[in-house]
């Protein structure tokens, strides 16, 4: 009897770029949807918002970039190319998600109430940013994908307006699911938060796919954070767009003499390791296709130091600052204001070190953070 499990594949789809400007977001909870938040000011004020035509994202980075793409066609653009109501649309709703602590209680109340983990962050997404808005309520231009892990493929998930895809399973057309659920999955953050639970129809995903197009992997899907797969999310936007913006809030991984061996603590010890070394391949891939030229666009990162970026700045960024802001816990837990402004004016500075220093030289300057506390 042959074996029905379906071999494990790279995915094919081949590169086809495009002159194309992309943003990528990463992971790194509350923390990195205000560095991105920041980075997103930055390239407003820089009037390089309006130019992108992609966003990729995954988890923290899904919840600053599923708040943009909701928010897109209320922006006003002036005759200069910035959104004029930026901060009252878009910053708004990103900080008051930032207000809000949704991970203890989703854990608490889906260990003691019918339904899951996955459902009680759905729901507090829906509560406080998204209501009802789905993936149709996106724009056109720019394009976002929000990306989960499919732990049954062992693929990436991606959500957009035109569709719902796994190579492996086929792609959902034009899908109307609703946008929290998306950023719930692209955040579902293992273990504790993970897996998330959806549920599609059996003619949802189109026939034209691969071995795992069949009720057992297109009926109820299980999802993990974009990150465990791509925890840049870049994969998307690298095999479509010559130009590439890369900000990574992700932590620098610290040494830890006393590592814990209970499951739990063991466990996410081991997952940091992963994570740590696939992000270190991930940077050098852009580093190095930015140096050869390859690609046009720029990275930075929490953990870069920020003197070592040539362009000159107004905006001070102390380095033991820098390492005090990449260190905030990866949590969907609350910030008080000072910190949520410092995050904020991080990304701001950062982006504008890497976009200065590494694709225009002549790039907007600003003389100030946006907040006066500096980082």
């Known amino acids: 009897m042959p074996d029905p499990t379906p071999p494990i594949v790279l995915n094919p789809e081949p590169e086809r770029l495009e002159e194309a400007l992309a943003l990528c977001l990463s992971g790194g909870g509350y923390r990195a949807m205000l560095f991105h938040l920041g980075v997103l000011q930055y390239f407003n004020d ?76 759905i ?75 959806l549920s599609f129809k059996p003619t949802d995903f189109s026939l034209d796919a691969g071995a795992c197009n069949t009720p057992k992997f297109t009926s109820n899907v299980l999802l993990t954070d974009g990150g465990v797969y791509d925890n840049m999310g870049i994969e998307t936007a690298w095999k479509r767009c010559k130009t590439i913006f890369v900000s990574d809030a992700g932590a620098k991984m610290q040494p830890e003499a006393d590592s814990k061996t209970d499951t739990v603590r063991h466990s996410l010890r081991v997952n940091s390791v992963i994570d740590n070394q696939v992000r270190s391949l991930r940077r050098r891939q852009v580093v190095d296709a930015l140096i050869k030229g390859q690609r046009k666009g720029a990275f930075w990162a929490m953990s870069s130091d920020p003197a070592k970026f040539p362009a000159a700045s107004a905006l001070p960024v102390p380095l033991n600052h820098a390492q005090e802001l990449a260190s905030v816990s990866t949590r969907l837990s609350a910030l008080n204001e000072e910190m949520q402004e410092r995050l904020i004016n991080f990304g701001y500075a950062m982006a504008e070190r890497g976009v200065r220093s590494h694709y225009d030289p002549a790039a907007f300057a600003p003389a100030q953070f946006p907040y006066p506390r500096g980082v």
Not at 65 to 83: E, I, K, P, S, Y
Not at 111 to 121: C, F, H, K, M
Not at 156 to 179: T, V
């Open 46 to 121: 820089a009037a390089l918002l309006g130019k992108l035509d992609r966003i990729s994202s995954v988890s923290g980075g899904s919840i600053t970039a599923g708040v943009l793409g909701m928010q897109w066609n209320a922006l006003t653009f002036d005759a200069g190319g910035r959104a004029t109501n930026f901060d009252r649309v878009v910053t708004a709703n990103v900080r008051k998600m930032a207000a809000t602590t949704v991970d203890v209680g989703a854990v608490i109340f889906g260990a003691l109430l019918p339904g899951t983990i996955s459902d009680r962050v």
């Open 123 to 197: 729901k507090r997404y829906r509560e406080v940013l998204f209501g009802e808005k789905t993936l149709q309520d996106l724009p056109d231009r720019p394009r976002f994908i929000i990306n989960a892990t499919n732990v049954q493929t062992g693929s990436l998930f991606r959500f957009s307006k035109l569709y719902i895809a796994d190579w492996q399973i086929g792609r959902f057309p034009n899908p109307d699911r609703l946008l929290a659920e998306a950023v719930a999955a692209s955040s579902a953050f293992p273990p504790i938060l993970s897996p998330a639970r």
